[in-house]
C-alpha cells in the first residue's frame, strides 16, 4: 500500500529562520516523490521532484531510502513562502497520491 | 493552451440530489485524476485514469463515479449526494510518457451539500 505522512498540519517560522518541512512515505518499490505548493488563490502546482536533485525557489528535499523520507528544507525563510505544502508519491499503476499538507506560515 | 479547467466554480446542492463536476485538458495527456481537498486530510484521490477506457479507484471512491470516454474530459458524477461530500474538488492531469512527470491541477470546485 502507498501512504504519505506529513506529520506537522503548521509550521511557523521566523522569516530569515531555517525550514523543514517533513514528509515520509510506506511503498514496497522505487517510488516517485513530489513536493507540490498551493499558494494563497493559486492553482496547486509543483515545486520539485526527488530525480532532479534540483533547488527550487531556494528549497531542496534529499530522499532517503533507508528512513523512507523526503523532507523539504530551506536555508532562510521568507515571507513569499507562506502557502500550503503537500508531499506526493507516486507508486504502483501510477497511481499518485498525496499528504495531508503543511501549511508553512512565515513571520515577519 | 488553457490546460486543465474545471466547471463549475460553486455549487450547491441538497442531500440526495446527483451532478456532474466537469473537468477537461486540452494538453493530450493520458492521465487524469480527480482529488477532494478537505482541511486537516489533504488532497484524497477518488479515481484516476490512465488512458481513454481506462479508470480505476484511489483512496476514496463511495459515492463517486467516473467515466473516461475521450483522452480530453474526465468528468465526476456524484449519484446522490451527502453532505459528507461537502469538499473542494481537484482534476490533475499528467503525461504518461517518461517518468516523474508534472501533475498539472485546474482551480477547483467548491461543493456545498446541504
Known amino acids: 500500500a502507498q501512504r504519505v505522512t506529513q506529520p506537522e498540519k503548521l509550521l511557523s517560522v521566523f522569516k530569515g529562520a531555517p525550514v523543514e518541512l517533513k514528509c515520509n512515505y510506506s511503498y514496497s518499490g522505487s517510488p516517485e516523490l513530489f513536493w507540490y505548493v498551493q499558494y494563497s488563490r493559486q492553482r496547486l502546482q509543483l515545486l520539485l521532484r526527488?530525480?532532479s536533485r534540483e533547488s527550487i525557489k531556494g528549497f531542496t528535499a534529499d530522499l532517503n531510502k533507508g528512513e523512507t523520507s523526503f523532507h523539504l528544507k530551506k536555508p532562510f525563510a521568507q515571507e513569499e513562502d507562506s502557502a500550503m505544502y503537500y508531499c506526493a508519491l507516486r507508486g504502483s499503476a501510477s497511481k499518485i497520491i498525496f499528504g495531508s499538507g503543511t501549511r508553512l506560515s512565515i513571520r515577519p | 493552451n488553457a490546460g486543465v479547467t474545471q466547471t463549475p466554480k460553486f455549487q450547491v446542492l441538497k442531500t440526495g440530489q446527483s451532478m456532474t463536476l466537469q473537468c477537461a485538458q486540452d494538453?493530450?495527456?493520458?492521465?487524469m485524476s480527480w482529488y477532494r481537498q478537505d482541511p486537516g486530510m489533504g488532497l484524497r484521490l477518488i479515481h484516476y485514469s490512465v488512458g481513454a477506457g481506462i479508470t480505476d479507484q484511489g483512496e476514496v471512491p463511495n459515492g463517486y463515479n467516473v467515466s473516461r470516454s475521450t483522452t480530453e474530459d474526465f468528468p465526476l458524477r456524484l449519484l446522490s449526494a451527502a453532505p459528507s461530500q461537502t469538499s473542494v474538488y481537484f482534476c490533475?492531469?499528467?503525461?504518461?510518457?517518461?517518468?516523474?512527470?508534472?501533475?498539472?491541477f485546474g482551480p477547483g470546485t467548491r461543493l456545498t451539500v446541504l
Open positions: 494538453m493530450n495527456h493520458e492521465y
Open positions: 526527488h530525480i
Open positions: 490533475a492531469s499528467s503525461s504518461e510518457v517518461g517518468s516523474y512527470n508534472e501533475q498539472f
